[in-house]
């Protein structure tokens, strides 16, 4: 007998981060604990004894990721780069 397992749609990734195997001694992690959000990858690693942070985001057509960023306080250095969808229209 099998058992089926039905997912909420909103338990899911939306964004992923690919890196290269040949980075692989910069030591990177997905870090969920400091930002979490369905669209958000935050991923440290190390370089030359640095943490340093990526943001791949993707922004859905509620806005949400924007949102959420609006909403939360995080006092981070050594955010590298930051990669998504910026076609954002300001409902303001």
């Given at each position: 007998?099998?058992?089926?397992?039905?997912?909420?749609?909103?338990d899911?990734?939306?964004?992923?981060?690919?890196?290269?195997?040949?980075?692989?001694?910069?030591?990177?992690?997905?870090?969920k604990?400091?930002?979490?959000?369905?669209?958000?990858?935050?991923?440290?690693?190390?370089?030359?004894?640095?943490?340093?942070?990526?943001?791949n985001?993707?922004t859905?057509d509620?806005?949400?990721?924007?949102e959420?960023?609006?909403?939360?306080?995080?006092n981070l250095?050594?955010?590298?780069?930051?990669i998504?969808?910026?076609?954002?229209?300001?409902?303001n």
């Open positions: 007998m099998f058992k089926i397992l039905l997912y909420n749609e909103n899911y990734l939306r964004v992923f981060t690919y890196i290269n195997v040949r980075l692989i001694k910069l030591h990177f992690s997905l870090r604990d400091i930002l979490y959000h369905r669209n958000i990858n935050f991923i440290s690693f190390f370089n030359c004894g640095i943490m340093c942070f990526i943001i985001m993707y859905d509620q806005q949400s990721t924007l959420y960023l609006k909403n939360i306080e995080v250095n050594n955010i590298l780069t930051m998504g969808d910026f076609n954002i229209r300001n409902n």
